[in-house]
């Protein structure tokens, strides 16, 4: 199982980043997917999961009606639309999978991550 993230940088508050994630190694389609985040200093948090096939989404509270995931299964790739940045979103951020989406467990239960990209929110 490989996940790369990409698409971080450096963005005012209020701005945009999209972040997308390459999948290779498994059979993807079969896979919920998902983003994480962690701050320094602070424990991993999910942002969101979307089961395998796209047809359901699910949000971190905080992050409901800015952020937006979605996946194309034929490209194996997911993506995170980040929009209304705040400077409390600024942190590490990870895309993982899982047999399926599990909103009442850490981080959706996401099990295979691969390395952050860094999102840094700040004037």
């Known amino acids: 199982v490989q996940l790369q993230a990409s698409g971080g940088g450096l963005v005012q508050p209020g701005g945009s980043l999209s972040l997308a994630c390459a999948a290779s190694g498994f059979s993807f389609a079969d896979y919920a997917a998902g983003w994480f985040r962690q701050a320094p200093g602070e424990e991993r948090e999910g942002v969101a999961c979307?089961?395998?096939?796209?047809?359901?989404?699910y949000y971190h509270d905080p992050v409901r009606g800015r952020f937006t995931v979605s996946r194309d299964n034929d490209k194996k790739m997911v993506y995170l639309q980040m929009n209304s940045l705040k400077p409390e979103d600024m942190a590490l951020y990870y895309c993982?999978?899982?047999?399926?989406?599990?909103?009442?467990?850490?981080?959706?239960?996401?099990?295979?991550w691969g390395k952050g990209t860094l999102v840094t929110v700040s004037s």
């Open positions: 979307i089961t395998n096939t796209g047809s359901s989404t």
């Open positions: 993982g999978t899982t047999l399926r989406c599990q909103p009442s467990r850490p981080i959706y239960g996401l099990e295979s």
